[in-house]
């Protein structure tokens, strides 16, 4: 299996090779060259295996066995979801009025993202014991995946961390998880500035492709291959927990809703539609809905500014998966998809080709939600059911409300739940209820914490260097201080 960028100009890498990149070194994403097609009788023996199972699967397609043994990969992935809190791993609840809630927010952190990194960390450290190397990886986050990246990898010998976070701009509680972990290989940054801009100096610092090679760095973003791949299994678990039978000719659907910022979750539920997942796709948004423009009228481009919203880790302006998503339906045109980016890249704003716009609109249906659905869902969600959702999950529920109220038929739909509302106390007490905390989370508020401030005043990319050739120099001594 080799991967190529989406761009068309970088080499092609296998899974390795795109797993230690982040970006390509052309500023395009990692694709797999080509998708495995599965047929009615793959999907019928994938249908009854359990989540972790499922994850096995996928992988073995995507990661060729003479880089990972079939043994070890079931090893790490086994590995990699034995600190979750339900056995399931992933769980689907079963509410009133049809709605189904995908819970993927069982993890260390309480957030989806726990599934995918920490599958990813196994890889890496799996390939960094191999080669006997060191990695610096620079994170950006808007709330979960710093927490989640950190969990993955804290105390890990072979990998330093950063995590650049937007002061004031996540929660309390997933500013805590972040700071309040001391490993010597974890350093967290409080930037004075929004999750986008945060993106700006770690870009600069991978576009130096001499310093990224030097310093072995790499991203842990949902730029990176490896965490969407495992992503694609939420779709695939959430379609055999919902599809009424695989007896039937043709298959049926299932509609899955994707509360979505950045499009990681999105370009994965894309892939397995590719490869002949029936899956009707829907994405949700908040107010900040650059994809629901793209879809409704091959509108990409920047507003004004960021919002701010109750589902605080989907306030993003540039929703880097949409590239996968592009060069997916335009029939992997690199050439295509590179004078696209390109273009967003230099004006902050682009027309998609109107054949491109037409495909993202039959492979994907979009809906913008307000805070007022937002709360007036986890209230409707409370009183159903007694069962609270986190302002984000609502944004799916809120399509499932919206569809059901207007009696639309519709094939079983299951809505993506990204995090536990045990995370989100604010928005729980905005929607009128009372927030559940779980002990380890209010532990969190008599922790020490550690995070050093980047000033508006501060060369940002400056620091950023600073530190990791300062990771490097220890690195360095550390390797020196061993062979002795």
């Given at each position: 299996?080799?991967?190529?960028?989406?761009?068309?100009?970088?080499?092609?890498?296998?899974?390795?090779?795109?797993?230690?990149?982040?970006?390509?070194?052309?500023?395009?994403?990692?694709?797999?060259?080509?998708?495995?097609?599965?047929?009615?009788?793959?999907?019928?023996?994938?249908?009854?295996?359990?989540?972790?199972?499922?994850?096995?699967?996928?992988c073995?397609?995507?990661?060729?066995?003479?880089?990972?043994?079939?043994?070890?990969?079931?090893?790490?992935?086994?590995?990699?979801?034995?600190?979750?809190?339900?056995k399931?791993?992933?769980?689907?609840?079963?509410?009133?009025?049809?709605?189904?809630?995908?819970?993927?927010?069982?993890?260390?952190?309480?957030a989806?993202?726990?599934?995918?990194?920490?599958c990813?960390a196994?890889?890496?450290?799996?390939?960094?014991?191999?080669?006997?190397?060191?990695?610096?990886?620079?994170?950006?986050?808007?709330?979960?995946?710093?927490?989640?990246?950190?969990?993955?990898?804290?105390?890990?010998?072979?990998?330093?961390?950063?995590?650049l976070?937007?002061?004031?701009?996540?929660?309390?509680?997933?500013?805590l998880?972040?700071?309040?972990?001391?490993?010597?290989?974890?350093?967290?940054?409080?930037?004075?500035?929004?999750?986008?801009?945060?993106?700006?100096?770690?870009k600069?610092?991978?576009?130096?492709?001499?310093?990224?090679?030097?310093?072995?760095?790499?991203?842990?973003?949902?730029?990176?291959?490896?965490?969407?791949?495992?992503?694609?299994?939420?779709?695939?678990?959430?379609?055999?927990?919902?599809?009424?039978?695989?007896?039937?000719?043709?298959?049926?659907?299932?509609?899955?809703?994707?509360?979505?910022?950045?499009?990681?979750?999105?370009?994965?539920?894309?892939?397995?539609?590719?490869?002949?997942?029936?899956?009707?796709?829907?994405?949700?948004?908040?107010?900040?809905?650059?994809?629901?423009?793209?879809?409704?009228?091959?509108?990409?481009?920047?507003s004004?500014?960021?919002?701010?919203?109750?589902?605080?880790?989907?306030?993003?302006?540039?929703?880097?998966?949409?590239?996968?998503?592009?060069?997916?339906?335009s029939?992997?045109?690199s050439?295509?998809?590179?004078?696209?980016?390109?273009?967003?890249?230099?004006?902050?704003?682009?027309?998609?080709?109107?054949?491109?716009?037409?495909?993202?609109?039959?492979?994907?249906?979009?809906?913008?939600?307000?805070?007022?659905?937002?709360?007036?869902?986890?209230?409707?969600?409370?009183?159903?059911?007694?069962?609270?959702?986190?302002?984000?999950?609502?944004?799916?529920?809120?399509?499932?409300?919206?569809?059901?109220?207007?009696?639309?038929?519709?094939?079983?739909?299951?809505?993506?739940?990204?995090?536990?509302?045990?995370?989100?106390?604010?928005?729980?007490?905005?929607?009128?209820?009372?927030?559940?905390?779980?002990?380890?989370?209010?532990?969190?508020?008599?922790?020490?914490?550690?995070?050093?401030?980047?000033?508006?005043?501060d060369?940002?990319?400056?620091?950023?260097?600073?530190?990791?050739e300062?990771i490097?120099?220890?690195?360095?001594?550390?390797?020196?201080?061993?062979?002795?």
């Amino acid at each position: 299996m080799w991967y190529v960028s989406t761009r068309g100009m970088a080499p092609r890498v296998n899974f390795e090779g795109a797993l230690f990149s982040g970006y390509a070194p052309d500023g395009g994403l990692f694709m797999p060259e080509e998708l495995p097609q599965l047929g009615r009788e793959t999907l019928r023996q994938w249908s009854t295996l359990s989540y972790p199972n499922l994850v096995k699967e996928l992988c073995a397609l995507f990661i060729g066995p003479e880089l990972i043994p079939r043994e070890d990969l079931n090893e790490l992935i086994h590995r990699a979801f034995s600190r979750f809190r339900h056995k399931e791993v992933v769980h689907l609840s079963r509410l009133r009025n049809g709605l189904n809630v995908l819970e993927l927010w069982h993890g260390v952190t309480y957030a989806f993202k726990d599934l995918s990194l920490c599958c990813t960390a196994q890889f890496l450290q799996y390939f960094l014991e191999k080669r006997e190397k060191h990695v610096t990886v620079v994170v950006g986050t808007s709330g979960d995946t710093g927490s989640a990246a950190i969990e993955s990898v804290q105390g890990a010998k072979n990998v330093d961390i950063i995590v650049l976070l937007p002061k004031g701009h996540c929660t309390k509680i997933q500013e805590l998880q972040m700071t309040t972990v001391l490993k010597d290989n974890v350093h967290v940054f409080g930037v004075e500035g929004n999750s986008d801009e945060l993106d700006e100096p770690i870009k600069a610092v991978f576009t130096d492709v001499a310093f990224v090679k030097k310093h072995n760095l790499m991203s842990l973003n949902s730029v990176n291959w490896s965490r969407v791949l495992i992503q694609m299994a939420h779709h695939f678990f959430a379609y055999f927990r919902c599809v009424p039978s695989l007896d039937m000719h043709p298959l049926p659907p299932v509609e899955v809703v994707v509360p979505t910022g950045a499009a990681g979750n999105l370009a994965a539920g894309c892939i397995a539609q590719k490869m002949g997942l029936p899956i009707r796709l829907v994405v949700t948004v908040n107010c900040n809905d650059i994809i629901h423009r793209t879809v409704q009228r091959g509108d990409f481009s920047l507003s004004e500014t960021v919002k701010p919203t109750l589902a605080s880790a989907m306030d993003i302006q540039v929703p880097y998966n949409m590239e996968r998503i592009f060069w997916l339906l335009s029939d992997s045109d690199s050439q295509g998809t590179r004078a696209l980016m390109e273009q967003f890249e230099r004006t902050q704003s682009v027309s998609l080709p109107k054949e491109l716009q037409s495909k993202l609109s039959l492979a994907v249906t979009s809906e913008p939600m307000s805070d007022e659905a937002i709360t007036q869902t986890m209230g409707r969600c409370w009183q159903e059911n007694q069962y609270l959702l986190c302002p984000h999950s609502a944004v799916a529920v809120s399509y499932h409300y919206q569809q059901m109220d207007r009696q639309q038929p519709s094939p079983p739909r299951c809505c993506l739940a990204p995090a536990s509302a045990a995370k989100f106390p604010e928005a729980v007490l905005a929607a009128g209820l009372t927030p559940e905390t779980p002990l380890e989370i209010l532990a969190l508020e008599k922790k020490e914490t550690r995070c050093t401030p980047m000033q508006k005043s501060d060369d940002w990319t400056l620091i950023l260097r600073n530190t990791i050739e300062e990771i490097g120099r220890q690195w360095t001594g550390h390797l020196l201080n061993a062979s002795d």
